[in-house]
């Protein structure tokens, strides 16, 4: 627990490393994955990116956020633990109702203050805004100054991804369809982005898969070069495992900022449902 007793909590959705979870108690809150036979499971705790993979030869399964029960539960478990106040950092409220929801049941709770950040943002990168959450309470910043600070946070970090198949984002609603007759009919991969209100948007167009992580790669340098130290991620599947150093060889060919920390990891189960097997991300942050 840390000396300020400010509990960390987020959802799956923001893709934070489990082992970092672990070292700082934070809490995760996980997505569910429901399929058509009434079967659901909790992302990441009874079903593993593998199993989604497995069964998309079936199903294409939906997601749900947590429920208000569980939300309230888990905010009065950190309170029973010793926590006097919690920050909840969420994946984007326009890709997902889950960071209204955990607002509606925090402001009917007394007796424990909850700031609730929208990182309009998703996977890694959400998650790497979890971290930023997680040093600035270990290093004593003040709960009322926390809320300043992050939304500075959010602003300095852009997420970037591709896939091979866009028939996964279009059924989840993730996309219109402009975006995707563009990607079935003329083989344009497009590099998506999450824009400053946090809906998927087109960031550039690339006629086939490897112009596309090209392109993405472009991206993301030039987003970091803009400051003088960044941190950089990369995401992947199974399937995508391969580019990770790949990857990172091409960015830091091309930033000219000082690399604090590059992360690396899978891809979560309830992310996959909405982008396929064949995903590549990468993302940026100001440091």
Same mark, same amino acid.
């Given at each position: ?63 749900? $956020?947590? /429920?208000?029960?569980? %939300?309230?539960?888990? @905010? ?6 010793? =926590?006097?106040? +919690? ?94 007759? $563009?990607? /079935?009919?003329?083989? %344009?991969?497009?590099? @998506? ?6 809906? =998927?948007?087109? +960031? ?84």
């Amino acid at each position: 627990m840390n000396a300020q007793r400010i509990a960390i909590i987020t959802d799956s959705g923001t893709d934070t490393d489990p082992a970092f979870c672990r070292e700082h108690d934070i809490r995760v809150m996980p997505l569910h994955i429901n399929y058509s036979d009434g079967s659901s499971f909790s992302s990441g705790v009874d079903i593993s990116s593998a199993e989604v993979v497995r069964r998309f030869a079936d199903e294409i399964p939906k997601t749900s $956020l947590p /429920s208000p029960h569980e %939300i309230e539960t888990t @905010l009065r478990k950190a309170k029973a633990d010793g =926590y006097e106040r +919690a920050v909840v950092v969420t994946i984007a409220s326009a890709l997902s109702a889950t960071n209204h929801t955990v607002q509606m049941v925090a402001d009917q709770l007394e007796d424990f203050p909850v700031l609730v950040i929208d990182t309009k943002s998703i996977g890694m990168m959400a998650g790497m805004v979890v971290r930023r959450a997680t040093a600035l309470v270990e290093e004593g910043v003040p709960f009322a100054e926390l809320d300043g600070r992050l939304q500075g946070v959010v602003e300095d970090t852009d997420v970037f991804f591709a896939v091979k198949s866009l028939d996964y984002l279009y059924e989840g609603g993730r996309i219109n369809a402009a975006i995707y007759r $563009l990607g /079935s009919i003329l083989n %344009i991969k497009p590099v @998506l982005t999450c824009n400053r209100e946090g809906y =998927y948007t087109m +960031a550039k167009k690339a006629r086939g898969w490897e112009r596309a992580l090209e392109a993405m790669v472009r991206l993301v340098a030039e987003r970091a070069n803009r400051f003088e130290r960044v941190r950089l991620a990369v995401c992947f599947t199974q399937a995508t495992a391969r580019l990770r150093d790949v990857l990172e060889e091409r960015v830091r060919a091309q930033v000219k900022a000082d690399v604090v920390e590059f992360l690396s990891q899978e891809l979560q189960p309830d992310l996959m449902v909405h982008t396929g097997p064949n995903l590549v991300g990468m993302g940026v942050q100001g440091a």
